[in-house]
């Protein structure tokens, strides 16, 4: 089945193309003429939503969209739904990550606790809309490693592998990311669905 993907961002559609592959959901990008979408909402779940069914209604085809971001227990939460603007707009990632670092610089490394938060949400033309949840844990390092993925990855490490997303492998990245976790649920809720429209 095919799904306009609500995000510009390559990292995220070629991470989220072999996410979905095995799945059987191939990813179409949006048209160059979209007009930017306004995240206003206040939660993952509400932009990704958001975004889903804008891009569903406006296109008349069904759609594909994230909302995701770090969550850091010392910072009280931040950078959260704000994690792409927190730093200020039109900053880079090794800005964010550089400003991150140092808002973290004298938290001791036993406080260092994060996870990554992925709401995955897909919207049919019809309205209907489906929302799934993934999230990943990990702790925040005091300097970037690796220069694989995108955005904080390259701070955020994975106990289990005691390394960052930056240093994974993708193929590992993506089997154990909130991304990956989010989409796999939403690939088994979007099947489900599918089946009852099927028998109706």
Do not use: Q
Not at 82 to 93: C, H, I, L, P
Not at 111 to 124: H, L, M, Q, T
């Amino acid at each position: 089945m095919r799904f306009y993907l609500a995000s510009r961002n390559k990292g995220k559609m070629r991470e989220l193309t072999e996410i979905l592959a095995p799945l059987g959901i191939e990813l179409k990008p949006l048209p160059e003429d979209f007009p930017e979408i306004e995240e206003n909402g206040t939660t993952f779940e509400e932009n990704a939503k958001i975004k889903a069914r804008t891009v569903s209604a406006v296109l008349g085809a069904p759609a594909i969209a994230d909302d995701s971001g770090l969550e850091v227990a010392a910072l009280g939460g931040e950078p959260g739904v704000y994690s792409v603007r927190w730093a200020g707009e039109n900053k880079t990632d090794h800005e964010r990550n550089v400003l991150l670092l140092e808002r973290m610089r004298s938290v001791p490394e036993n406080e260092r606790g994060a996870k990554f938060v992925c709401v995955a949400a897909c919207a049919f033309p019809d309205g209907k809309t489906l929302a799934v949840r993934g999230e990943c844990r990990g702790t925040i390092l005091d300097e970037e490693r690796g220069t694989g993925g995108f955005g904080y990855d390259p701070i955020f490490c994975v106990p289990e592998y005691s390394c960052t997303f930056g240093e994974l492998e993708p193929e590992v990245k993506n089997s154990i990311s909130h991304r990956a976790r989010a989409f796999a649920a939403l690939g088994s809720t979007l099947r489900a669905y599918l089946e009852t429209i099927g028998e109706e």
